[in-house]
C-alpha cells in the first residue's frame, strides 16, 4: 500500500496526498502567457479557499505531444519555468507541469513541486527513473494502451530509487478509433501500489478527431467525476480555463470555472455520504 505525502514547499499551501482530503490538480492546459496564467491562479486559489479543498495549479511550459505540427505549444522550458516560479512566489500554491525528455528534469525539478510524465511517455524507463531521482512527487498518466495491472511496472520503477511518492492519473483506455473509455474497476486495482488521480477532462477526449486537433465531449465531464469520486480516488485532475472554447489547447475539454465549482461541490457531497 502507498504512505501518504506532502506536495508543497516553504512559502506554498501545502497538500497531503492519501490523507483525510482528496487534492485538486488544475488549470489551463497550457501557459498562454505570463499575466493569463497568475490570473487563473488566483481565481483557482480563490476557488480553493472558498470550497476548502486542497490544490495544486497546473499548467504545461511544453505541450509535446500534438496532433499537429502547427499545435500551439506554450512558451518553452525556460520561460515557463519562470512563469511557474511566479505562480508558486506570487500566489503561494504548489504547482505542476510535465516532463518530456531526462533533459528537462533537472531545470524543471527547480521549479516544480510535482513532476508530470505524459501518457506516451510513462513506459519510458530512463524518463520516469530519472524523474523519480529527484525525490519530487510524480505524477504518472496512465497510457491509453496499458492496463491497469500493468501500472504496477512503472511505479516500479520509481520506488527502485527510493521515490514511493508517485501518483497514477487515469485518463482512459483506447477503445477502437478516436475513442476513449473509463474502466472504473481500474481505479481500485491501481490504487493497491499508488494513489490514484481521475483525470475528468482528458478522459473524455475524442484524441485526433478534429482537423488537426483533438475533440471531446465536455458535458460528460461531471458525470465521470461523480462515478469516480463514488468508486474512490485519491484526488481530480481537472483543465480549467476562463473561456474554453477559445483555449489554446484542449478547447473541446476543458470546463470553465462554475463548472469545477458545481462538480467540486458534486464531489464533496458524495464522499461525505460515502462516509
Not at 522550458?77 to 505542476?96: A, F, Q, S, T, W
Not at 519510458?124 to 497510457?143: F, G, M, R, Y
Amino acid at each position: 500500500m502507498p504512505y501518504q505525502f506532502e506536495i508543497g514547499e516553504k512559502g506554498t499551501r501545502k497538500c497531503i496526498v492519501g490523507g483525510d482530503e482528496i487534492i485538486f490538480i488544475s488549470g489551463p492546459c497550457v501557459i498562454e502567457g505570463e499575466e493569463f496564467t497568475l490570473r487563473c491562479a488566483e481565481t483557482l486559489l480563490h476557488i480553493a479557499e472558498k470550497h476548502k479543498i486542497q490544490l495544486v495549479f497546473k499548467a504545461s511550459y511544453d505541450k509535446a505531444n500534438r496532433t499537429s505540427i502547427n499545435s500551439f505549444r506554450g512558451p518553452g522550458l525556460h520561460e515557463g519555468l519562470r512563469i511557474l516560479e511566479r505562480v508558486k512566489r506570487e500566489i503561494g500554491i504548489p504547482v505542476l507541469s510535465d516532463v518530456h525528455c531526462k533533459e528537462e528534469i533537472k531545470p524543471a525539478s527547480e521549479v516544480l513541486d510535482v513532476i508530470q510524465i505524459p501518457a506516451f511517455l510513462a513506459r519510458q524507463t530512463d524518463l520516469v527513473i530519472e524523474a523519480a531521482k529527484t525525490q519530487k512527487p510524480i505524477n504518472i498518466k496512465k497510457p491509453q494502451f496499458v492496463s491497469p495491472y500493468d501500472t504496477k511496472y512503472i511505479v516500479e520503477k520509481s520506488i527502485k530509487v527510493q521515490n514511493e511518492k508517485v501518483m497514477l492519473s487515469e485518463r482512459g483506455t483506447i477503445f477502437g478509433y478516436r475513442e476513449l473509455v473509463v474502466d472504473f474497476r481500474g481505479i481500485p486495482i491501481m490504487r493497491n501500489w499508488a494513489f490514484v488521480i481521475f483525470d475528468a477532462t482528458h478522459s473524455v477526449q475524442l484524441p485526433s478527431a478534429g482537423s488537426g486537433i483533438s475533440e471531446g465531449v465536455r458535458w460528460a465531464v461531471p458525470y465521470l467525476a461523480r462515478a469516480a469520486s463514488a468508486v474512490g480516488v485519491d484526488g481530480f485532475f481537472f483543465e480549467t480555463h476562463p473561456d474554453p472554447d477559445r483555449a489554446l489547447s484542449d478547447p473541446k475539454t476543458s470546463i470553465n470555472y462554475d463548472t469545477f465549482e458545481k462538480i467540486i461541490v458534486d464531489i464533496k457531497k458524495i464522499i461525505e455520504a460515502l462516509k
